[in-house]
C-alpha cells in the first residue's frame, strides 16, 4: 500500500526530504506501528531480557509501553466486529 500522496508532499515540503526520501519514510513509520500486540509483546520480552531484566519488571514495562503505544489491532473477523457494535 502506497503511502496517500498529499501526505508524501507534506512531509517533503515540511522536512526538505525528497518525495522519495519522504515515502520511504513514512513507509518506515507504517510498518513500525503495524506490529500486532501478540508481536510487540514477544519482541519487546525478549529484547528487555536480553539486557538482564527479570519477568516482573519486564511486564509491567510493557503493559505501561501499550498504554501509550499505537499497536495495531488484532484481526477481527466479522462476528466480532458485530460484538463490537451490538454487544
Given at each position: 500500500?502506497?503511502?496517500?500522496?498529499?501526505?508524501?508532499?507534506?512531509?517533503?515540503?515540511?522536512?526538505?526530504?525528497?518525495?522519495?526520501?519522504?515515502?520511504?519514510?513514512?513507509?518506515?513509520?507504517?510498518?513500525?506501528?503495524?506490529e500486532?500486540?501478540?508481536?510487540?509483546?514477544?519482541?519487546?520480552?525478549a529484547?528487555?531480557?536480553?539486557?538482564?531484566?527479570?519477568?516482573?519488571?519486564?511486564?509491567?514495562?510493557?503493559?505501561?509501553?501499550?498504554?501509550?503505544?499505537?499497536?495495531?489491532?488484532?484481526?477481527?473477523?466479522?462476528?466480532?466486529?458485530r460484538?463490537?457494535?451490538?454487544?
Open positions: 500500500m502506497s503511502p496517500d500522496p498529499a501526505l508524501v508532499a507534506h512531509v517533503a515540503a515540511s522536512t526538505g526530504l525528497t518525495e522519495s526520501e519522504a515515502r520511504r519514510v513514512i513507509e518506515d513509520v507504517v510498518a513500525f506501528h503495524a500486532g500486540v501478540e508481536d510487540y509483546v514477544r519482541r519487546r520480552h529484547h528487555l531480557k536480553t539486557y538482564g531484566a527479570r519477568n516482573p519488571e519486564i511486564f509491567a514495562r510493557i503493559a505501561t509501553e501499550l498504554g501509550t503505544r499505537v499497536v495495531a489491532a488484532p484481526p477481527l473477523s466479522e462476528r466480532q466486529l460484538r463490537i457494535v451490538y454487544g
